[in-house]
């Protein structure tokens, strides 16, 4: 597709529950990142890959967070255990390596209840 | 952790009127980008500024930079009442050159 895709765009789960959450980035962006944004806040930087190595993972707030890039492309972010304190919007973003500026997807809506 | 804050955090006009939102860092950077988001929906980038420009124009936006200060403006003229969304100022650098650590937003509400 043209832009960022997100799926999905809405998950409702239950605390302690495992989610999988995708990004299908532009093509031939080399880099990938994961953004979490709360209500009325910014997003804040959860972990970037360059191809298929995350290069920076400095963001992600503990061990039940986890994501991989297995092909350099499509991005799954992982959160076992989940809590009630991971509810917000996980923004998957795209961009081509030294050009700065990001593509941003929609989002994934994670609610836990 | 966010380094920009933006000033005000809402603002409310009339359509014709001009917005401006202010943007505040602490860490050298290698460039400001603005970026707007409309409720509900992802980030639309809208202008980027290196940290060796003072002064950017892009349709009837306006953003200026001041290293010295740690500061940044984006100027909205002749707002239209699909101008509001929530806007973000996003800096890359401080020792990162490709991760963009952003502000909290300033809303925008042009009412028409």
Same mark, same amino acid.
């Given at each position: 597709?043209?832009?960022?895709?997100?799926?999905?765009?809405?998950?409702? =789960?239950?605390?302690?529950k495992?989610?999988?959450l995708?990004?299908?980035?532009?093509?031939?962006?080399?880099?990938?990142?994961w953004?979490?944004q709360?209500?009325?806040?910014?997003?804040?930087?959860?972990?970037?890959?360059?191809?298929?190595?995350?290069?920076?993972?400095?963001?992600?707030p503990n061990?039940?967070?986890?994501?991989v890039r297995p092909?350099g492309?499509v991005?799954?972010?992982?959160?076992q255990? =989940?809590?009630?304190?991971d509810?917000a919007?996980y923004?998957?973003?795209s961009?081509?390596?030294?050009?700065?500026?990001?593509?941003f997807g929609?989002?994934?809506?994670?609610t836990?209840l | 952790?966010?380094q920009?804050?933006?000033?005000?955090q809402?603002?409310?006009?009339?359509?014709g009127e001009?917005?401006?939102m202010?943007?505040?860092?602490k860490?050298?950077?290698?460039?400001?980008?603005?970026?707007?988001?409309?409720?509900?929906r992802?980030?639309?980038?809208l202008?980027?500024?290196?940290s060796?420009?003072?002064?950017?124009h892009s349709g009837?936006l306006r953003v200026?930079?001041?290293?010295?200060?740690?500061?940044?403006?984006?100027?909205?003229t002749?707002?239209?009442?699909?101008?509001?969304a929530?806007?973000?100022c996003a800096t890359?650098?401080g020792?990162?050159n490709y991760?963009?650590t952003?502000?909290?937003g300033?809303?925008?509400t042009?009412n028409?």
């Open positions: 597709g043209a832009g960022v895709s997100q799926t999905p765009s809405n998950k409702v =789960t239950e605390k302690g495992y989610v999988e995708r990004c299908d980035p532009i093509s031939g962006h080399t880099a990938l990142y953004y979490r709360s209500l009325g806040q910014g997003p804040e930087f959860l972990i970037y890959f360059q191809g298929t190595g995350a290069a920076d993972d400095s963001g992600l061990d039940r967070f986890f994501a092909e492309s991005s799954t972010l992982k959160i255990r =989940t809590e009630r304190g509810s919007v923004l998957c973003a961009s081509t390596r030294g050009e700065g500026v990001l593509f929609e989002g994934s809506r994670l836990v | 952790s966010q920009g804050e933006e000033d005000p809402a603002l409310s006009i009339q359509e001009n917005a401006t202010n943007c505040s860092y860490t050298s950077i290698n460039n400001l980008q603005w970026y707007r988001q409309n409720s509900g992802g980030l639309v980038h202008i980027l500024i290196r060796n420009e003072r002064e950017k009837r200026t930079l001041d290293t010295s200060k740690k500061s940044s403006s984006l100027l909205i002749a707002s239209r009442a699909a101008d509001t929530s806007y973000f890359e650098g020792g990162s991760k963009l952003f502000g909290k300033t809303l925008l042009v028409p």
